[in-house]
């Protein structure tokens, strides 16, 4: 008796976590490949399972660019990601900076992300005389059916300003 208890509760639970993973927006971090085969590996989309460094790129016309690249070590699981990051906050030394960043660029083009398949966004920041200096950028990223949970960070020096916009991730560094 008490053990079929256990067993109708267990499936409840699996139940209403897989109802959230689906309909309320988080996405799964693990890959179906791992899933299926029985193995399940941590994914390289979790925030403490990968790194990410930001480093200026070209400018364009009227904007400064930098590239923020994420790295997976081997023994995590590719996953997938979608899109912009979202919540991206910019600090400096520590101290959060107060610009808010949009996003441009096609939000549903998926990539691979993994061990030896890092991939990259890009930061856009209009030229201006009033950006702030930051080293630090915090962001959640996004999977095709929803938001990777947790925060991810990166570090190296940038400049931000009222306008600046996030690129959707990339394929490579």
Same mark, same amino acid.
């Given at each position: ?50 790194? $990410? ?19 997976? $070590? ?100």
């Amino acid at each position: 008796m008490r053990t079929s208890g256990k067993i109708v509760v267990t499936a409840a639970a699996v139940a209403l976590v897989g109802a959230v993973g689906v309909g309320g927006g988080v996405a799964q971090a693990s890959s179906p490949t791992a899933l299926a085969a029985g193995k399940e590996r941590p994914s390289a989309c979790r925030p403490a399972n990968h790194t $990410a460094k930001i480093t200026a790129a070209p400018a364009t016309s009227g904007h400064h660019h930098y590239r923020v690249t994420l790295t997976a $070590a081997p023994g995590y699981d590719p996953c997938r990601l979608a899109g912009s990051p979202i919540d991206v906050r910019f600090y400096h030394h520590g101290v959060l900076k107060g610009v808010t960043a949009g996003h441009y660029g096609p939000q549903g083009t998926v990539v691979t992300f993994g061990p030896g398949h890092p991939v990259h966004f890009d930061i856009q920041v209009p030229n201006s005389a009033g950006g702030v200096p930051a080293d630090e950028a915090t962001f959640t990223l996004k999977a095709p059916g929803g938001v990777i949970p947790g925060e991810s960070s990166a570090n190296g020096r940038l400049t931000v300003d009222a306008g600046t916009v996030i690129g959707p991730v990339r394929p490579g560094a």
